[in-house]
């Protein structure tokens, strides 16, 4: 028996990094999995590897900082499935070396409705569906910028920071309808998106301070690793976490 067996669950990103990983741990442990992003090739790559595991996948191209697509992933779920009982907002992108007086209004815009805004529109279609087959679970993705940061960062931490709070409210808002929601702050991960910053920064993830090592506090994760941490929050076996946000940093924000 899987841990998620009978379940239908959302994720989006899914294309690359944590939200594909996520798919195919979430589609292992026997949910059917609805994977949404912008990317159809990558999509189609984490959708292959759930088909050659026997595993159920629904695909849907979907660019969810937008209400009208966001609504169809979820439509999409119910027409294919019937019931949905998880959502895990994945999808994400970064933003660097920008303070609120260099930043663009409409690259303020893009960040807060790919990291935030597409946070409130997929819970927001989902919930109904959610409540009708008596609750379940959304998980947000966060991170660390949202509570300590460095300079350059004022629209990721925003959105960031709007994760964490808008996971603590919709927690309180849903409770009765036994809905658990709650925040994932993830520190350093191996994701296409980190590399690509290295690569901007002309360096490496090590020359970052991003370090292997698991001997080294804040060291790099997996997205696999990550992965079993959102099937973890899904599971029946974290019934009472909900409302605050989970630390999957490898103690990142321990350090002085």
Same mark, same amino acid.
Not at 40 to 47: D, I, K, L, Q
Not at 63 to 66: A, L, M, P
């Given at each position: 028996m899987g841990r998620l067996d009978g379940r239908v669950a959302i994720l989006t990103g899914a294309a690359r990094g944590i939200g594909q990983a996520a798919a195919i741990l979430f589609a292992r442990e026997g949910a059917r999995v609805v994977i949404a992003d912008t990317d @159809?090739?990558?999509?189609?790559?984490?959708?292959?590897t759930i088909r050659t595991r026997n595993g159920w996948v629904r695909e849907v191209v979907a660019?969810?900082?937008?209400a009208e697509d966001c609504r169809e992933v979820v439509e999409a779920a119910m027409e294919w499935a019937g019931r949905l009982h998880i959502v895990a907002n994945i999808a994400g992108v970064g933003q660097f070396g920008a303070t609120v007086e260099s930043i663009s209004e409409?690259?303020?815009?893009?960040?807060?409705?790919?990291?935030l805004k597409s946070v409130f529109l997929m819970s927001k279609y989902a919930i109904p569906h959610i409540r009708a087959v008596g609750g379940g679970a959304i998980l947000n993705v966060a991170s660390p910028h949202a509570f300590a940061t460095g300079e350059g960062l004022a629209a990721y931490a925003a959105s960031k920071g709007g994760v964490v709070a808008l996971s603590r409210q919709m927690a309180h808002d849903f409770a009765k309808d036994h809905i658990r929601v709650m925040s994932i702050i993830p520190g350093p991960v191996d994701t @296409?998106?980190?590399?690509?910053?290295?690569?901007?920064?002309?360096?490496?993830?090590?020359?970052?301070?991003?370090?292997?090592? @698991?001997?080294k506090m804040g060291r790099i994760a997996t997205p696999t690793e990550l992965a079993h941490t959102l099937l973890w929050l899904a599971s029946d076996e974290a019934s009472v976490v909900t409302g605050a946000p989970i630390f999957a940093d490898a103690g990142l924000l321990s350090r002085l």
């Open positions: @159809p090739v990558g999509m189609h790559e984490t959708a292959a660019d969810v900082s937008r409409e690259e303020w815009d893009r960040v807060l409705a790919i990291n @296409p998106m980190l590399r690509a910053h290295a690569e901007r920064m002309n360096t490496t993830l090590d020359d970052l301070g991003f370090y292997a090592d @698991p001997g």
